[in-house]
């Protein structure tokens, strides 16, 4: 097998179960693409990884003992994602990529589907070996791959969407406490469905009483808002993508609930609305896309967050509830705060931080891969002296 040899101090890195290390962390690189065992300087084994010079992290570290990349790997490692998720419903994400120590897989598991995203060339490589075990631990109906992500593109590898093994509805039935999503697949967002805001639409349906009114903002297929619904608030949800808002809508009427929809910008939508002198709403909730790619997008995008705060902040009530999330690793806690603060001071409105809230348990954050930690929901409540 070839070997890479990482340079001094990067090292630790590895030996810190950190599954990656830049072209430029390494002291040697051997001549070919393809499995290598890792070493420090001074010959020390760190573990066993995949060399790809085109790719933007040129080794991927699989495992941190000495052994083969092979379907019994796989199974290991998918066996392990699945007996921690034992306790769950058949509707969570079975794998989150390094996390699960699989950097560059994720796996969304709806009932007897599997949807898939490979995000790096090592994953692609290695997919022949992979993909027969996943279809032995998880014994699906079906899989469908949706790997159309920018890391992807970021690794020089083409878009791939579609059925890669077994029956593959072309809707997808997603169940979340007694709410049923029929979801297109080919319209579907990302894997199909927000899974990661589960516990918080909980939450949401635990705190909201009958008769407030609750505004789901980028609410993509309505999870928030029709939680409020059944709990017998008005709901109110605004999204851009006409196809989401398609399966809200289906959906409501299917269940009897009713939930007023908006389609078009947030902020436009959000500043129309405070414009209009709409009742306030005691809860308001948003949850925008992956904003920020890389730290230096960081400027615009906050001033972009203070925009939106403002009229969500005109259209809460006394004493309401705000909730803004961030699924981009790069917008953390530090910037939901100081974002809400400026709204909040342009807006004379004073608030406590009542919650912070991470990633839910089905997308482990690792303590040694900062990046998976990636949602932040901070919970405030408007307190007037
Ligand atoms: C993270 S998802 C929201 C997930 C949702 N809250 C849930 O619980 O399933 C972000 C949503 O923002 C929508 N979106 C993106 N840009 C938008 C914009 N400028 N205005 C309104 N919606 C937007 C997307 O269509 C997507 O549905």
Redesign the pocket.
Known sequence: MQRVIAKAGKDKKVRNFYPGLFADELEEAPSETGIVKVYTQDKHFLGIGYYDPKSRVAVRVYRFDDGPLDKKFFLQRFGRAREKRAKLDPFHRLLHAEADGLPGLVVDRFGGVLVVQVRNRAMEALRETWLPALIEAAQPVGIYERSDMDSRRQEGLPEKVGAIYGKVPQVLEVQEDGLVFSIPLDLA??TG??LD?RE??RLLEQMAQPGQRVL?????????ALRAARKGAYAMA????LD?LGVLDRTASRLGLRVDIRQ??????LERLAWSKTPPFQQV?L????LVKKPDELPRVKRLLVDLLRPALRLLAPEGWLWL?S?AYYLGVDELLEVTRRAAADEGRRLRVHAIRYNPSDHPWSLHVPESLYLKTAIFQDDPL
């Open positions: 967002q990302k469905y927000y805001q918080n639409r789901d903002v980028y609410s993509y297929v309505g999870g928030f605004v999204d851009k993508d989401a078009g910008d947030a902020v436009e939508v909730l949850d925008p896309p992956a999330s699924c």
